[in-house]
Nanobody, 123 residues
Framework: VQLQASGGGLVQAGGSLRLSCAAS????????MGWFRQAPGKEREFVAA????????GHADSVNGRFTISRDNAENTVYLQMNSLNVEDAAVYYC?????????????????WGQGTQVTVSS
């Protein structure tokens, strides 16, 4: 499975971005999908995950209520809608696919990773 993340960029604090991750080379609807992020000098951290059907999803406490993960299995794409961005959200965001189709918060559960998209938030 190949994953291509896009949608990052520069946004002012309080603004919004929508990240997309397009999958190819596999049966997308079989995979649980997740978003992680890594800021300079920090460990990669879980952001959000969604089950293979989209019926279950989970978000990190730090983004709950501001970010929403969703997926379109017909389009082989997973999304991360990010609202009310703040400077602490600035990072490289990665999408990932897990052969275990549920909601997973640990990076070790994921088998395939995209290349990352940069999100920069100005104050």
């Amino acid at each position: 499975v190949q994953l291509q993340a896009s949608g990052g960029g520069l946004v002012q604090a309080g603004g919004s971005l929508r990240l997309s991750c397009a999958a190819s080379g596999g049966t997308f609807s079989n995979y649980g999908m997740g978003w992680f992020r890594q800021a300079p000098g920090k460990e990669r951290e879980f952001v959000a995950a969604i089950s293979w059907t989209g019926s279950s999803r989970g978000h990190a406490d730090s983004v709950n209520g501001r970010f929403t993960i969703s997926r379109d299995n017909a389009e082989n794409t997973v999304y991360l809608q990010m609202n009310s961005l703040n400077v602490e959200d600035a990072a490289v965001y990665y999408c990932a696919a897990s052969r275990w189709g549920g909601v997973h918060t640990t990076s070790e559960t994921y088998d395939y990773w995209g290349q990352g998209t940069q999100v920069t938030v100005s104050s």
